[in-house]
């Protein structure tokens, strides 16, 4: 049973344009959720979070939604750079850091310059 | 600043031979600790996590085991690795009973032949 799904396996966006990542999880004791860059043979790094007494948390370029009623998320890349191709992985966390992070399985991010 | 390293970046083994990667933590003290692994193709499977010395909670039955013989050092071994084995493995901490943003290492790209 998966509790956090990532159903786009891979998106591709053009330089310049907005790149959004969608992200669906099932267990409603989650109350804290992360998203994850990924490059190829390395570790993943932190992008950006969101606690659930939140809707709505930004960083840059970088702003991750949260619809709790409708138990989704989504991370939005404005503008898109090339540099932001990656897999991206959203993660989700019950009982404020005593259990593990459950992970999606990743969308690859292709920006097209 | 924390650091987290990882070693060996790289290791190509036969099946049935042992093996152990090692993990350790810098710049903090009580670190939860975790080991991963990233199929091809596939997300990240939690594989062990750790809330501290010689306590291990282990998330997927398999030939892994893993030990915490020092507070900032994690340690995954295999008595006989299987080709199935193979993977990239990702060694990670958190802050302990704090949020959960995990940091991970570089990883260990790991071939069973």
């Known amino acids: 049973d998966q509790q956090v799904k990532q159903n786009s396996p891979s998106l591709s966006v053009q330089e310049g344009r907005i790149s959004i990542l969608n992200c669906d999880y099932t267990?409603?004791?989650?109350?804290?959720f992360l998203w994850y860059k990924k490059y190829p043979a390395e570790g993943p790094t932190f992008l950006i979070s969101i606690s659930s007494i939140k809707d709505k948390n930004e960083d840059g370029r970088f702003t991750v939604f949260l619809n709790k009623s409708a138990k989704h998320l989504s991370l939005h890349i404005v503008p898109s750079q090339p540099g932001d191709s990656a897999v991206y992985f959203c993660?989700?966390?019950?009982?404020?850091?005593?259990?593990?992070?459950?992970f999606g399985k990743g969308t690859r991010l292709s920006v097209i310059a | 600043s924390q650091t987290i390293h990882q070693w060996p970046a790289t290791l190509v083994q036969p099946v049935g031979s042992p093996l152990s990667l090692e993990c350790t933590v810098e710049g903090t003290s009580n670190p939860n600790l975790y080991w991963y692994r990233q199929a091809a193709g596939r997300g990240l499977q939690l594989l062990f996590y750790s809330v501290g010395i010689g306590q291990i909670s282990s998330e997927v039955p398999q030939n892994l085991s893993a030990s915490r013989p020092q507070d900032r050092q994690f340690i995954l071994s295999s008595k006989k690795l299987l080709l199935s084995d193979s993977g990239f493995y990702l060694c990670?901490?958190?802050?302990?009973?704090?949020?959960?943003?995990?940091?991970f290492g570089p990883g260990t790209r790991l071939t069973v032949l």
């Open positions: 990670a901490w958190s802050v302990r009973r704090s949020t959960d943003t995990q940091y």
């Open positions: 267990n409603s004791m989650f109350d804290y």
């Open positions: 993660a989700a966390s019950a009982n404020s850091g005593n259990t593990p992070l459950v």
